[in-house]
Nanobody
């Protein structure tokens, strides 16, 4: 089974930046579609950004122009660069991997354990 480990979360002030990393092990990252999902307090887990095996990207409207998802398959790593952070970006961010497309939070087979992002006003 593939393993996913997220890192890079933390506490930042509004307007600040963070870069999240997701390291893939157990399998070759290049064969997977990857994504970042967020679970805000009291809400369901939902998509933030996704990137296909051939680097086609998708962003939820609320983060367009502020977040950038990328992948470096030579390092088995996927990144989420988050700029101009807002308090509403607060939540637990989860990395996901699946051979199927599109990524669905109900059907995704492989999840990381999550990393907390807190944005203060």
């Amino acid at each position: 089974q593939v393993q996913l480990v997220e890192s890079g979360g933390g506490l930042v002030q509004a307007g600040g930046s963070l870069r999240l990393s997701c390291v893939v092990s157990g399998r070759t990252a290049s064969i997977y579609n990857m994504g970042w999902f967020r679970q805000a307090p009291g809400k369901e887990r939902d998509v933030v950004a996704t990137i296909t095996w051939n680097s086609i990207t998708y962003y939820v409207d609320s983060v367009k122009g502020r977040f950038t998802v990328s992948r470096d398959d030579a390092k088995n790593t996927v990144y989420l660069q988050m700029d101009s952070l807002k308090p509403e970006d607060t939540g637990v961010y989860y990395c996901a991997a699946d051979r199927n497309w599109p990524l669905n939070p109900v059907r995704v087979s492989n999840w990381g354990q999550g990393t907390q992002v807190t944005v203060s006003s």
